[in-house]
């Protein structure tokens, strides 16, 4: 039996309430019977994120895997889906799945992340990189990003009317003619959906891979928002930040062979989303040592860099 990290106990029962811990409770004995049924044994210590553990395994044959189980949620049941159709192709293989148990038997790659390499203007050039490879249609069974453009511009308008913020109108203006422009009308592209630096880690059957999609069908201009997004807290001690973050969006842009000014107003938006969100929520940097008000003025920092 693997024995789940205590951390990631008490988050799920601080989000989910009973039905997470009922749900924690059960995954040793989860893990175990998904072990068997693939013929696999534990090799390592459990890892986890925010909704899921990852168990390293061995296989029958010794080819080192990770079982992935993920808590019962929408936005896990399409990650399989994702994987595999990019087949290996930018991204970690999946070896089987198990949907009703949100379950994944998937190729280990490494604990480096991408975030700690060390050069934020590599960051930048592998993730636009990996973003045209995982670049391929998408299955028909998808969520289309497309769907969530009335969301989008409803949540919007909620924002600027609820929230204090001295973002300017024309960045509000920007963003919502990004959705309405872009937004409703987009390719049937496979779309990471998160795609940031700490979802891509190092591999030896190539050099990065991504992990963790959400699995969308849209615009993969669409995932630079992610990209840069997270990206901005390597920035933070760049003299000139505006000319940082243009220059790291124009880097993800050449490397993913998109159009400059899609990727700039993708960008905008969500900048502007999340300048929102951290006024209502914070971001999880609060917890890295940055303070709920700095996340703020950070997030307005890269509107400003993104508004014409």
């Not at 009308?185 to 630096?197: F, K, M, N, R």
């Amino acid at each position: 039996m693997i024995e789940v990290p205590e951390t990631f106990i008490q988050g799920t029962v601080a989000r989910e309430g009973e039905r997470g811990a009922a749900w924690v409770a059960e995954l040793p004995t989860l893990v175990a019977e998904l072990a068997e049924r693939w013929a696999c044994v534990p090799d390592g210590d459990v890892l986890h994120g925010e909704v899921g553990v990852v168990v390293p395994v061995r296989r029958g044959d010794g080819t080192p895997a990770v079982l992935k189980v993920s808590f019962p949620h929408p936005g896990n049941v399409h990650e399989p889906d994702a994987f595999e159709a990019w087949g290996g192709r930018g991204a970690v293989r999946l070896y089987a799945r198990d949907g009703d148990r949100y379950a994944m038997l998937l190729e280990r790659a490494g604990t480096e992340t991408l975030a700690r390499c060390g050069d934020a203007d590599a960051m930048m050039t592998v993730a636009g990189r990996i973003g045209r490879r995982l670049a391929v249609p998408a299955p028909p069974e998808l969520p289309r990003l497309s769907d969530r453009a009335d969301e989008w511009e409803e949540q919007l308008l909620k924002d600027e009317e609820e929230l204090a913020h001295a973002l300017p109108r024309r960045a509000v203006g920007a963003a919502l003619a990004t959705v309405r422009e872009l937004g409703r009308t987009q390719p049937g592209t496979l779309v990471h959906g998160d795609l940031h630096a700490g979802n891509i880690l190092r591999a030896e059957r190539e050099p990065w891979l991504a992990v963790d999609p959400k699995g969308y069908a849209g615009d993969p201009a669409y995932d630079a928002g992610a990209a840069l997004k997270a990206h901005l807290l390597f920035l933070l001690a760049e003299d000139d930040l505006a000319g940082a973050v243009l220059r790291s969006m124009d880097l993800f842009a050449e490397a993913a062979e998109l159009d400059r000014e899609r990727v700039r107003r993708w960008c905008q938006l969500a900048a502007v989303q999340g300048a929102f969100w951290a006024r209502r929520n914070g971001f999880a940097a609060v917890r890295a040592g940055v303070g709920r008000d700095g996340i703020v003025v950070i997030a307005d920092r890269l509107v400003e860099s993104l508004t014409p």
